[in-house]
Nanobody, 123 residues
Framework: VQLQASGGGLVQAGGYLRLSCTAS????????MGWFRQAPRKEREFVAS????????IYADSVKGRFTISRDNVENTVYLQVNSLKPEDTAVYYC?????????????????WGQGTLVTVSS
């Protein structure tokens, strides 16, 4: 399976974006998915994850109440709605796929990654 992340861009603080992660080559419907991000000169960090059905989600404390992860298994796409953006949200955002049905906070639990989409938030 290949993952393609899109939807990033330049936005002012307080703005919003909708990131998408679309899969090709295999259906995502039975796999847990997650979003991670990597800011300049920092390690990649967990943002959000979702189980295969979409009824169990996990968020990093830093994004709770502002970001929402969701999925459309018919469209084979996972979304990350990012609202109330802050300059510290600036990063390359990556989507990952697990080999199991549940989401996870651990980067090492993901077997496949997309190429990333850049989100830049200006103050």
């Amino acid at each position: 399976v290949q993952l393609q992340a899109s939807g990033g861009g330049l936005v002012q603080a307080g703005g919003y974006l909708r990131l998408s992660c679309t899969a090709s080559g295999r259906a995502l419907g039975t796999y847990g998915m997650g979003w991670f991000r990597q800011a300049p000169r920092k390690e990649r960090e967990f943002v959000a994850s979702i189980n295969w059905v979409g009824d169990n989600t996990i968020y990093a404390d830093s994004v709770k109440g502002r970001f929402t992860i969701s999925r459309d298994n018919v469209e084979n796409t996972v979304y990350l709605q990012v609202n109330s953006l802050k300059p510290e949200d600036t990063a390359v955002y990556y989507c990952g796929k697990r080999a199991t049905s549940w989401g996870s906070l651990r980067e090492s639990d993901y077997e496949t990654w997309g190429q990333g989409t850049l989100v830049t938030v200006s103050s």
